[in-house]
C-alpha cells in the first residue's frame, strides 16, 4: 500500500512540470494568432471586403454595403474610387444610410476627394440627400467595427449632365406630375424592391421606378438612361411577367399607374411564309398510336397553335450547336426577342438561357456583346414551357438574318419566338430634296421677274400714251387735257380730292366763257387749252398738214405775220387768273354759229360767264353800258345773241373774220379776275384759266 501510496506520490512532480509548461505555451499560442490575425484582418479591409453590389459605367453608377439591405459586416472596409468624364461635376445622392454608430469613431461613410472632404456620416446625423461635388473624381470610404444591426449604405451618381438623377428606391407614388422624366443610373437591376405589371398594361404607382425601367425595356441595366413617365388611372389587376431578367409580380387595385413613352419601335416583325425559318435538326415524334409529329421549325412562330420546334438531339452535350435561324426579308431594326417554350403540357420544354448571332447578306455571323465587357451577352429565357419571356436589345439588332443559339434548356430544346422591331428609317436624299427646291426657287424668281417686267411695261405705256397725247394743236389738248406734263412754270397745288381722270367736253359740259382750271388727279393745275403758246412744245403753229380740227379755238386762219395764239401779258401783277373757287353760273349761248367765230357742236344754254359782270352786282349795269369795257353784259338767251367778245380795235386776222366784227384785246389791258381774287386793271377778255 506504501508503495503504492509512494509511487502514487513520486508520479505527481512527474505529472506537474508538463501543466506548469502548458500555461505559457497556450499564451504563447494566443499572441501568435493574434498577431497572425491582425494584418490579415487588415489586409482584408484593404481589399474592400466590405463593398457589395458596384455597377459603373461611364457616366453612372451604383454602389452599396455588403449584404444591403441586410445587416453589414463587423470589422470591415470598402473603398471604392468613382469617377465620370473630365469637366463634368459629381452628382451623389445618399437613397439610403443606415450606421448603428453615433460618433462615426469606427462605423462611417467619408467622401474624400483632392480638395474637399464630405463626412463622416453615420448614425442619425441629418445627411443630405444630395452632393454636388466640384471636382470629376471622389473616393468612398464605408468601415465597420463591432455593431449589432445596420444596413449600411446605397449610393447613387452621375455627372452634372444629368441633374435629374433619382435613386433605384424612388417609386411613381413619389411624384404627383402627370408627365415627368427622370434619369436612371446604371445597376438598379439587383436592387431589391418589388414592381407589378408590364409594359403593355401599365405599372403600379408604387413600383420602382428605374427597377420597372429596365423591366420595360426601356433602359439597359449596364447603362442607365433616360425615362419619360406618364401617369394614368389605375386598374384592377396587374398582371405579373419576366421580361430582360427582372420578374414582376401581380398586383392588386391601385389609384394610379405609369406607363414609359418611348420611340415607337416595338411591333411585331411578321414573317410571310414558314421557309423564312429553318433550324440546325428536328424532332419527329411518333405518338403511341403510331402517328409521326414533326417538330419542325415552320411551328416555331409564337402566334401558332400547337406544338414547337424542338431539336433533334435531347442529350445536354451535343455535338454541334443547335439553333433557330430567321430570315426577315430585308435588313431590319430588332429591338426585342419573345420567347416560350413547347406549349404543350405533356412535353416540359423550354430553353433557359440563349445568346444571340446575326448578320446581313453575304457577311459573316456576329454574337450579340454586352456593353460594359465586350463579351457574347447570355439572355435569360424561360422558367417553364407555357410563359413568354422578353428581352430587349438596347443597342438594337441591325441585320436580316438572327439566329437564336441555346445555352441551357430543359430536357430539350423548344421554342417558340416573336422578334419586335421596326422598318428602317431611310436617311433623307439631299438629291431629292434639293432638286424640287431649286426648281421651286427659280419658278418664283421667273415669275416674279415676269411679274415685275409686266408692269413695268404696264407704266411704260402709261407714260407713252401721254406723250403721244402731247400735240401743238388747240383743239387736240382740249379733247385730251390731261395728255400734257405738268408744266414746272407754273404750278398750283389743291388736296387730292379727285382721283380718277375727268374729261373735257367743251360742247357737252357747263362751261364758262374761257376755259376753267383743271384739277389733276396728281393735285396740280397746268396749262391745258391755255389761248398762249403751249411752253413745252415746239411744233409749229402754222404746220402745213395741219387739219382743220387742229388750228386752235375758232376756225380762223391765221395771218402773215401774226401769232396763232395771244401773246401774255408782261406786267408784273400775275401772268394768269387765280383758279376759280366758287363755280359761277354759265349764261346762255356763249357760242354762237351766226357769228363766225365757230365752236363744234350745238350751241348751249350758259346761265353766267367770267366776263359778265355777274360777281359785282353794283357795278354790272354800268359796265354793260360803258362804251371802253371791252367786256359787254351778257346778252340774252336769244340764238342770235354773239358767244364770244368782239375786240376793241384792231383788225381781224381775215375777211371773214372782219366780217364777223370779232374783237381783240387791246395789248396793253389786263383780264378780268373772278370775285374773291384780284382786282382787274383793265377789263380784256380772259383767255385761259390754268
Known sequence: MEAGARGGGGCAPAGGAPRGLLAPLLLVVVVVVVLVSAPLRLQAEELGDGCGHIVTYKDSGTMTSKNYPGTYPNHTVCEK??????????????????????????????????????????????VPKELLLNTSEVTVRFQSGSHISGRGFLLTYASSDHPDLITCLERANHYLMTEYSKFCPAGCKDIAGDISGNVVDGYRDTSLLCKAAIHAGIIADELGGQINVLQLKGISRYEGVLANGVLSRDGSLSEKRFLFTSNGCSRSLSLDSDNQITASSSWQWVSEIGEQILWSPGQARLQNQGPSWASGDSSKNHRQREWLEIDLGEKKKITGIRTTGSTQSNFNFYVKSF????????????????????????????????????????????????????????????????????????????????????????????????????????????????????????????????????????????????????????????????QQPLMLGTGTVTRKGSTFRPMDTEAAAGEAGASAEARGHYDCPPAAGRHEYALPWSSPEPEYATPIVERPLARAHTFSAARGCRAPGPPQVHKHSLSSGSFFPAAAAAAAGAPGSGHPKPRSPAPSAPGYDRPKAGGCVSAECAEQDCRRPPPNEAYSAPRDGLKPRNHTAVTALL
Open 81 to 126: 474610387t468613382i469617377t465620370v468624364p473630365k469637366g463634368k461635376r459629381l452628382i451623389l445622392r445618399l437613397a439610403d444610410l443606415d450606421i448603428e454608430s453615433q460618433t462615426c469613431a469606427s462605423d462611417y461613410l467619408l467622401f474624400t476627394s483632392n480638395s474637399d472632404q464630405y463626412g463622416p456620416y453615420c448614425g442619425s446625423m441629418n
Open 355 to 514: 445568346v444571340m448571332n446575326f448578320k446581313n447578306n453575304n457577311s459573316k455571323w456576329r454574337t450579340y456583346k454586352g456593353i460594359g465587357n465586350n463579351e457574347e451577352k447570355v439572355f435569360q429565357g424561360n422558367f417553364n414551357f407555357r410563359d413568354p419571356v422578353r428581352n430587349n436589345f438596347i443597342p438594337p439588332i441591325v441585320a436580316r438574318y438572327v439566329r437564336v443559339v441555346p445555352k441551357k434548356w430543359h430536357q430539350r430544346i423548344a421554342l417558340k419566338v416573336e422578334l419586335i422591331g421596326c422598318q428602317i428609317t431611310q436617311g433623307i436624299n439631299v438629291t431629292t430634296v434639293a432638286v424640287p427646291l431649286v426648281l421651286l426657287l427659280v419658278l418664283l424668281s421667273a415669275g416674279m421677274g415676269i411679274f415685275a417686267a409686266f408692269r413695268k411695261r404696264k407704266k411704260k405705256g402709261h407714260s407713252n400714251g401721254s406723250a403721244k397725247a402731247q400735240k401743238t394743236d388747240c383743239w387736240k389738248q382740249i379733247k385730251y387735257p390731261f395728255a400734257r406734263h405738268q408744266s414746272a412754270e407754273f404750278t398750283i397745288s389743291y388736296d387730292n380730292e379727285k382721283e380718277m381722270t375727268q374729261k373735257l367736253d367743251l360742247i357737252t359740259s357747263d362751261m364758262v366763257d374761257y
